[in-house]
C-alpha cells in the first residue's frame, strides 16, 4: 500500500510568515498534508480558512517591522503550537524605480521586509530548534543572479537572502537544521499582476521562458513543501531556482 504521507508532514508545526500570494498556497499545502500551521500577516486568510482544514490553522493578524515582533511571534508561535519544526518566510515587496530614484525610505523597507524579519526571526527560532533540528526554507528570487532595470533594492535584498542562508546553513548544519530557499522566476501573483497587465510585459516575459509561460503559484508550492520534508533531509544551503528554464539561457 502507498504512503500515504510520503513527504512525512502529517504532524509538523509549522511557522510561516506571509499569506499573500505564494503564501495562501503554502500554508493550505502544508494543511492539505496534515501539518498545524501558525500563519502571520495583515491580509485577509479567509481564502485558507475555506479551503482546507481550518482547525490545522491558527492565524496572527499582525504587522512585523522590528526584530522584538520577530520575537514576540516565535514566542506566540511555540506557545499555542508546543513548538516548531518548520518556519517558512513567504513575504516580500518590491517597487520598480531606477537606481537613481531609489528613495532612502523605499530601500530600508524593501530591505527590512524581505532580509532582515527573515533574519531576526530565524534567530529567535533557533533555541527551539537546535536540539531537534528543523527545516528553514526563505523566498529568494532569480533577481538575485539577473540583473533586472528597476530591481535595485530588491534583488539587493534577494541576492542577501540567498547569501544569508549559506552561512546560516554551515552554522546549524550540526544541529541537523536545514536552511533552503526557492528562487522563483516571473510568476502569476497579486505583487507582479499590476505590471504584467502594462503594455506588452507579459507577452515580453514569456518569450524568454524556454517552457513558454510563467509560473503559477502552484509551481512553487511544491518545491517549498519538498524542502520543508523529511524527503530533503540531506540538502541545506541551496536555493532551487523555479523558472522555466530562464536561467539557463
Given at each position: 500500500?502507498?504512503?500515504?504521507?510520503?513527504?512525512?508532514?502529517?504532524?509538523?508545526?509549522?511557522?510561516?510568515?506571509?499569506?499573500?500570494?505564494?503564501?495562501?498556497?503554502?500554508?493550505?499545502?502544508?494543511?492539505?498534508?496534515?501539518?498545524?500551521?501558525?500563519?502571520?500577516?495583515?491580509?485577509?486568510?479567509?481564502?485558507?480558512?475555506?479551503?482546507?482544514?481550518?482547525?490545522?490553522?491558527?492565524?496572527?493578524?499582525?504587522?512585523?517591522?522590528?526584530?522584538d515582533d520577530c520575537d514576540s511571534v516565535v514566542k506566540n508561535a511555540v506557545g499555542v503550537l508546543g513548538g516548531i519544526d518548520i518556519f517558512v518566510y513567504a513575504i516580500g515587496v518590491n517597487n520598480r524605480?531606477?537606481?537613481?530614484?531609489?528613495?532612502?525610505?523605499?530601500?530600508?523597507?524593501?530591505?527590512?521586509?524581505?532580509?532582515?524579519?527573515?533574519?531576526?526571526?530565524?534567530?529567535?527560532?533557533?533555541?527551539?530548534?537546535?536540539?531537534s533540528g528543523g527545516k528553514l526554507v526563505f523566498f529568494s528570487s532569480v533577481s538575485a543572479f539577473l540583473a533586472h532595470p528597476h530591481h535595485g533594492a530588491y534583488a539587493a535584498s534577494k541576492g542577501a537572502i540567498t547569501q544569508l542562508l549559506k552561512v546560516m546553513a554551515i552554522e546549524w548544519a550540526e544541529y541537523g537544521i536545514c536552511v533552503n530557499a526557492v528562487a522563483p522566476g516571473y510568476a502569476i501573483t497579486p505583487l507582479t499582476q499590476k505590471h504584467l497587465e502594462q503594455g506588452n510585459h507579459y507577452e515580453e516575459l514569456v518569450s524568454k521562458v524556454p517552457m513558454g509561460r510563467l509560473a503559477s503559484i502552484d509551481d512553487v508550492v511544491g518545491p517549498v513543501l519538498f524542502l520543508s520534508s523529511e524527503r530533503s533531509a540531506y540538502i541545506t544551503g541551496h536555493t532551487i531556482v523555479i523558472d522555466g528554464g530562464r536561467m539557463l539561457d
Open positions: 500500500m502507498a504512503n500515504s504521507d510520503w513527504l512525512g508532514l502529517a504532524g509538523k508545526r509549522v511557522l510561516q510568515i506571509g499569506a499573500g500570494g505564494f503564501g495562501g498556497a503554502i500554508a493550505k499545502g502544508f494543511i492539505d498534508e496534515g501539518a498545524h500551521v501558525y500563519v502571520v500577516d495583515q491580509l485577509d486568510i479567509s481564502p485558507i480558512l475555506h479551503s482546507g482544514d481550518s482547525s490545522a490553522l491558527c492565524y496572527e493578524a499582525r504587522k512585523i517591522s522590528s526584530k524605480v531606477p537606481i537613481t530614484e531609489i528613495s532612502v525610505e523605499d530601500y530600508r523597507r524593501i530591505q527590512l521586509i524581505n532580509t532582515e524579519i527573515c533574519l531576526w526571526t530565524a534567530q529567535a527560532l533557533f533555541p527551539h530548534i537546535k536540539n
